[in-house]
Nanobody, 117 residues
Framework: EVQLVESGGGLVQPGGSLRLSCAASGFTFSNYPMTWVRRNPGQGLEWVSGISEDGGSTTHAESVKGRFIISRDNDKNTLYLQMNSLKPEDTAVYSC??????????WGQGTQVTVSS
């Protein structure tokens, strides 16, 4: 059974940083590209970042480029999202997903990130 479990969310002040993790199981993690997306009640679903199977290629949405970094550790079956210089508009539920967006097939439940003073 494919499972994706996110962690690392929380409350942070504007300008702060958080590191999200996504623990994958039930499939050969290193065989799949991975994606981060976020859902904000006011803005709907937004693609955030994607990474290739070996981590050699990454892409980020313009809204997070230069602030967020996606990475992975295939030995630990874990996907990461380092988020720096956080803004209130980054507040959302962040989920990891298997595959390239929008062709992702499995999603995690998500972790809440709230940016507020």
């Amino acid at each position: 059974e494919v499972q994706l479990v996110e962690s690392g969310g929380g409350l942070v002040q504007p300008g702060g940083s958080l590191r999200l993790s996504c623990a994958a199981s039930g499939f050969t993690f290193s065989n799949y590209p991975m994606t981060w997306v976020r859902r904000n009640p006011g803005q709907g679903l937004e693609w955030v970042s994607g990474i290739s199977e070996d981590g050699g290629s990454t892409t980020h949405a313009e809204s997070v480029k230069g602030r967020f970094i996606i990475s992975r550790d295939n030995d630990k079956n874990t996907l990461y999202l380092q988020m720096n210089s956080l803004k209130p508009e980054d507040t959302a539920v962040y989920s990891c997903a298997r595959g390239w967006y929008p062709g992702t097939d499995y999603w995690g439940q998500g972790t809440q990130v709230t940016v507020s003073s």
